[in-house]
């Protein structure tokens, strides 16, 4: 039975801990033509200067200048590549940004100095799509071997052009392009990382 006196306690009582407590939450303000779009953020990479590059499911990567600024509003944004086709993460290697398209793995890199990627180049683009929309990768991570690692989405709904193979793996790709897949079965995996040890995981939509 809830007594006067017991409510009384537990509403004196200290409250369990919230999100900010362990975490500072920032809203960046958007500037330079970002503030116009639904950025819709799918990878995020630190540049060896501090600047972060996030890439987006409409094709962009934007440079942010002084992300970690104590005033969010003294980050500054600025298009870095466009065209892309749903770019689902972003790995800084060996001089190179590393991008996982719908259709392939590819690397970029901003070779003039002038704020704009200005080469881009295909790794491996040894599976295909349909057209379906929901045919999305992510990645790459890095396996302490020095080959990369990504997922691959299955379809949804109607494949207008055809199944297609490859669909729903996580594969592993060397440095040359050549490839292997290693799982089968993933739905929608966005999520890949490999583990101090070595381990590659994945988590999916609806089990991990």
Known sequence: ?????????LLAA??????????????????NGAEELALEVGGLAFLPG???????????????????????ADARFSLWADGLQAPLGLLVHAGWIYTTQRG???R???????????????????????GNYHEYNFGPRLGADGNFWITTNKPFGSEPFGRVDWRGYALRIAPDGTWQPMACG??????VEVSPWGDAFYTDTDAW
Do not use: H, K, N, Y
């Open 1 to 9: 039975m809830v007594t006067p006196a017991l409510l009384l306690a």
């Open 14 to 31: 200290p409250q369990g801990p919230v999100e900010s407590d362990p975490w500072r939450i920032d809203t960046f303000p958007l500037s």
């Open 50 to 72: 501090g600047e972060l590059l996030a890439c987006t499911r409409r094709g962009e990567v934007w440079l942010v200048a002084d992300p970690l600024a104590d005033d969010p």
């Open 104 to 106: 392939e793995l590819s």
């Open 108 to 130: 970029m890199r901003d070779a003039d100095g002038d704020g704009r990627m200005d080469e881009l180049e295909t790794v491996c683009d040894g599976w295909r799509i349909s």
């Open 186 to 191: 993933l739905r929608s995996p966005a999520g």
